[in-house]
């Protein structure tokens, strides 16, 4: 996507699947859709790898595999295609081969169609919760995968489910529209510097907080972090961010950037207002700063706004 572009929405939201729940406990259906359907194999130890390949279009495709083709371990039932096939994960180690690279979800998610984005997330964010519920939290007994990967069970027959950590994260600005129009941005204090020298700049974010809102989780991180009071909150849509398993709630707010900057120093560094012109110019990759990866909805946010035209969201 160009900055020209009208986004469409969180591009880890794009989905074609159909999680075909009511199967999960169906042994003799699970049995048939196993030996009928297509495999992705995702290596977690690297960050939810996956092999893809380029597609004349310039976007990227999935691997997937026939059953006999995939590697032993626990099976993941991810859901059922429009043409009716079931698909499911595995983890193993990947080797890529001729035409085909070993990917990460953050690299390449928004090349992915729907159908391969909603495979891969769901694949990645149950795949890290397996891999941190191999025992049980009330007992520390191991735990084996029940219900096609959707349950772990201890040997007292206790049961957990796949959690999402909700967080908030919000682009700031002023509700001015035009090239002119601004919005605010930091850097992140534990950020590493890129290897091409460019600093990062993002929009702000946190962890909803036990018993909060979102929208006071959203006010609270921005004051917080920057200083900033917000006058309007709008919310713009989600997508799951399984690192390790964050479900991404991304809101647009309005603050008067005559407020001084106030900034926490563990959390934030460096922040400023920049005009949608400086931004189109970073997407555009001119200068030293950048923006988050594509695939992330703090860049669907920074693209949604560099489109808007409108002064309030009212209006």
């Known amino acids: 996507m160009t900055s020209s572009e009208e986004p469409g929405g969180p591009p880890l939201a794009r989905t074609t699947l159909d999680r075909a729940a009511h199967r999960r406990k169906d042994e003799d259906w699970l049995a048939a859709a196993w030996d009928r359907g297509r495999v992705v194999v995702v290596d977690l130890a690297k960050g939810g790898r996956a092999l893809v390949t380029d597609r004349p279009d310039g976007g990227s495709a999935l691997v997937l595999v026939p059953p006999s083709e995939a590697p032993e371990g626990e099976r993941w039932f991810l859901g059922v295609g429009p043409d009716g096939t079931p698909f499911w994960a595995v983890e193993a180690p990947l080797t890529a081969g001729d035409g085909t690279a070993s990917m990460d979800l953050r690299s390449v998610g928004h090349l992915l169609d729907a159908r391969d984005t909603g495979l891969l997330t769901t694949a990645v964010a149950l795949g890290n919760w397996h891999r941190s519920h191999r025992f049980s ?50 850097h992140n204090a534990a950020w590493p510097p890129r290897a091409d020298g460019s600093r ?94 594509n695939s992330s909805i703090a860049f669907y946010l920074i693209e949604r706004w560099l489109h808007e035209d409108r002064e309030t969201f009212s209006g």
């Not at 950590?165 to 002023?174: K, R, S």
């Not at 309007?232 to 398993?245: A, L």
């Open 137 to 186: 939290p009330r007992t520390g007994e191991p735990t084996v995968a029940v219900e096609a990967g959707w349950a772990r069970v201890d040997p007292d027959g206790g049961l957990m489910w796949p959690r999402t950590d909700p967080a908030m994260i919000i682009l700031v600005h002023d509700g001015v529209p035009g090239p002119g129009g601004r919005c605010l941005l930091g």
């Open 200 to 293: 990062r700049f993002s929009c702000l974010a946190g962890f909803v907080e036990a018993g909060e809102s979102a929208e006071a989780a959203v006010a609270r991180e921005v004051h917080e972090e920057v200083g900033v009071r917000l006058s309007e909150i709008r919310y713009e849509g989600s997508q799951s961010w399984p690192y390790p398993g964050s479900l991404m709630l991304g809101f647009h707010g309005i603050a008067d950037p005559a407020q001084p900057l106030v900034l926490d120093p563990e959390e934030i560094d460096e922040a400023h207002w920049f005009t949608r012109e400086e931004v189109a110019k970073m997407i555009a990759g001119e200068g030293p700063l950048g923006l988050p990866m």
